[in-house]
C-alpha cells in the first residue's frame, strides 16, 4: 500500500482538492439532512445517528480516504449546531467568515509550530505585525503601528521593548487570555505578597477559575446589582485591602452583554494603587466600529486587555489574545529550552518564541485573523459589527412593544434577553429545552434580576428580521401550556 499523500510541498495542493470538493459535498450533505440550526431529537437521538454514520472509529482494514472523509464529515455536520442558522443564537460563537475559514485550512497545510522560528519563519513574523497592530487598536498611539515589536523578532521577551510599545499574545481564547492575564500581574507584583483578585460579581468564569488555578487567595466579588460593576462598591472593597491587588472589569458580559464603566473603574484602581485588567472577550469588536467604540472608553487604562475575535470577529475558534500595555510585564514568560532557543541562536538573530505563550506547540491562529484584517479593514469590520448591533437593537424594539413579552433592557452589544411574559422560570427552561430537541431553535439563558430569561446572541450579520419574527413564533407556540 502506498503512502497516503501529504497536505505540504508542491505537491500538496493537488493532494487536498479532490479531498476538499468531498469535504464540501459532506457539509452540504450534512446541512441538508439537519434540515435547520441543529438535529432534532436530543442527545440520544445524536449519539445513534454519529455511531451509524461514522461506524467502527478504528477498523482493523482502513476504510480509505474518500469513504472516511465522506462519512465523517457528514456526520458532525449533519449533527452540528450551526452558528450560520439564524435560529441557532445561544452563545457568543459565531458563524466564521469564509475567507478566515480558507487561511486556516492554509495554515492546517503548512502546519508551523509556533515554538520556534525554524518551524514557523514567516509566521512568527506576520503574527508579530499583527498582534503589533491590535495592540495599536487596544492602546491606540502609544503603540507606533508600523514599526515591529521587539518581543518576537529578536532578544527575550520584554528584555528590550520599549515601555510604550504595547504588545499582544495569542491565546486559545478568552479564558486562557483571562489566566494569562492572572500570572503576569502575580508576578509583576511577586516581592509584594499574594495578589489579590477583585472582580464584578458579572465577572466570567474564567477569572475565580484562574485564580485557584494559580493559588491565589479567593477572589473578592463586587456587587453588580444592575448587572455592571458598581464603582462605589469597588472603592468599598479596595479600602483597606492590604497587598497587591489586580480589578479584572468586563467590557461585554457573557449574560447580557453588559460593559462596566471602565473610566471610573479606573479612576478607583488609580486611586488605590491597584492594577486592572479589562475582559473584553466579547466587546472589543467594538474597536473597529467609529460609530460604537466611544463605549470602549477606558479600555487604555488597562495593564493587560483580552481579546476574543472567534466572537465579534468572526473567525474559526481558537482566536483570543492578550493585549499587554508594558513590554516589561512580559518577562516573567522568558523559558529557555536549548532545542528551540538556544542562546547562541538567539544572539545571532534568531528570534525567540518561546515567551509569546505557556504552550510549546501551538497553531499559526494569527493566519486567519491577518487575512481577515487585511481583506475587510477597519471599516469592514466594523460594519458587520454595527449591523449585528443595530439588529439586537432592531429585535429589542419588538419585543418592547409586544404584549407577549418582556425585554431585560436595551442591548448595549447583541445580546437580548427577553421572557414570555408572566411565564414562571420553570417554563422559561422548559420553552429552551424544548426548542433545542425539536431541533428549530437554540437559545441560552441568563439570570438576572433573580429572573431567568431566554438569552439571544445575534452574531450572524446575515439575520434579518423575519428570522427573529420567526424565533418569537417558535417561543410562542411553546408558551402556552
Known amino acids: 500500500m502506498s503512502n497516503p499523500p501529504l497536505a505540504g510541498g508542491p505537491q500538496g495542493p493537488q493532494a487536498l482538492r479532490p479531498l ?7 457539509l452540504h450533505d450534512g446541512a441538508i439532512a439537519r434540515g435547520g440550526p441543529l438535529p ?19 477498523p482493523h482494514h482502513g476504510t480509505g480516504a474518500d469513504t472516511a472523509l465522506r462519512a465523517l464529515v457528514q ?13 441557532c443564537a445561544a452563545h457568543l460563537h459565531c458563524p466564521p467568515l469564509a475567507l ?3 487561511a486556516d485550512l492554509a495554515a492546517s497545510a503548512l502546519n508551523p509550530s509556533m515554538d520556534s522560528w525554524d518551524q514557523a519563519p514567516a509566521a512568527s513574523a506576520l503574527e508579530t505585525l499583527v498582534t503589533d497592530a491590535l495592540a495599536h487598536e487596544v492602546y491606540g498611539a502609544a503603540g507606533h503601528p508600523g514599526q515591529p515589536g521587539n518581543a518576537g523578532q529578536s532578544g527575550r521577551p520584554g528584555q528590550s521593548g520599549r515601555p510604550d510599545h504595547p504588545q499582544a499574545l495569542v491565546t486559545t481564547g478568552g479564558t486562557e487570555a483571562n489566566q494569562l492575564a492572572l500570572l503576569l500581574a502575580r508576578e509583576s507584583h511577586a516581592s509584594e505578597g499574594p495578589l489579590q483578585l477583585i472582580t464584578g460579581a458579572n ?3 474564567s477569572l475565580p477559575r484562574a485564580a485557584w488555578l494559580l493559588g491565589l487567595p479567593d477572589p473578592v466579588a463586587v456587587p453588580a446589582p444592575t448587572g455592571t460593576l458598581d464603582p462605589a462598591a469597588l472603592d468599598e472593597a479596595l479600602t483597606d485591602l492590604p497587598g497587591p491587588k489586580l480589578v479584572a472589569a468586563t467590557a461585554g458580559t457573557t449574560d447580557a452583554g453588559l460593559i462596566d464603566p471602565l473610566p471610573e473603574i479606573a ?26 467604540r466611544t463605549q470602549l472608553t477606558g479600555l487604555d487604562r488597562a495593564a493587560t486587555v483580552t481579546l476574543d475575535l472567534h466572537k465579534l470577529g468572526w473567525q474559526p475558534v481558537a482566536a483570543g489574545l492578550l493585549a499587554v500595555r508594558d513590554p516589561a510585564d512580559l518577562t516573567p514568560l522568558t523559558h529557555h529550552a536549548d532545542y528551540l532557543n538556544a542562546d547562541d541562536d538567539t544572539e545571532a538573530g534568531l528570534p ?12 499559526p491562529d494569527i493566519l486567519k485573523i491577518a487575512v481577515t484584517l487585511k481583506a475587510l479593514g477597519r471599516t469592514g469590520l466594523g460594519s458587520l459589527v454595527d449591523q449585528v448591533c443595530d439588529r439586537a437593537q432592531e429585535f429589542a424594539a419588538t419585543l418592547h412593544a409586544h404584549p407577549g413579552f418582556d425585554l431585560y433592557d436595551t442591548p448595549t452589544l447583541s445580546t437580548v434577553l427577553f421572557r414570555p411574559h408572566g411565564a414562571p422560570d420553570e417554563h422559561i427552561a422548559h420553552i429552551r429545552r424544548t426548542l433545542l430537541t425539536q431541533g428549530r431553535a ?3 439563558r441568563a439570570r438576572m434580576d433573580g429572573r431567568l430569561w431566554l438569552k439571544a446572541t445575534l452574531l450572524n450579520p446575515h439575520t434579518q428580521p423575519g428570522d427573529l419574527a420567526q424565533l418569537l413564533k417558535l417561543v410562542e407556540g411553546n408558551t402556552a401550556r
Not at 20 to 26: E, H, Q, S
Open 20 to 26: 476538499l470538493d468531498i469535504v464540501l459535498d459532506a
Open 40 to 58: 432534532a431529537g436530543g442527545p440520544g437521538t445524536v449519539t445513534t445517528r454519529l455511531r451509524e454514520l461514522a461506524g467502527d472509529p478504528l
Open 75 to 87: 456526520a458532525l455536520a449533519e449533527g452540528a449546531a450551526d452558528p450560520a442558522d439564524p435560529l
Open 100 to 102: 478566515a475559514t480558507a
Open 203 to 205: 465577572a466570567h468564569h
Open 267 to 292: 479612576d478607583v484602581c488609580e486611586h488605590h494603587g491597584a492594577r486592572l485588567h479589562i475582559d473584553a472577550a466579547y466587546g472589543a469588536g467594538l474597536l473597529f466600529s467609529p460609530a460604537r
Open 352 to 363: 525567540d518564541l518561546l515567551g509569546r505563550s505557556l504552550r510549546t506547540t501551538r497553531r
Open 442 to 444: 437554540v437559545l441560552g
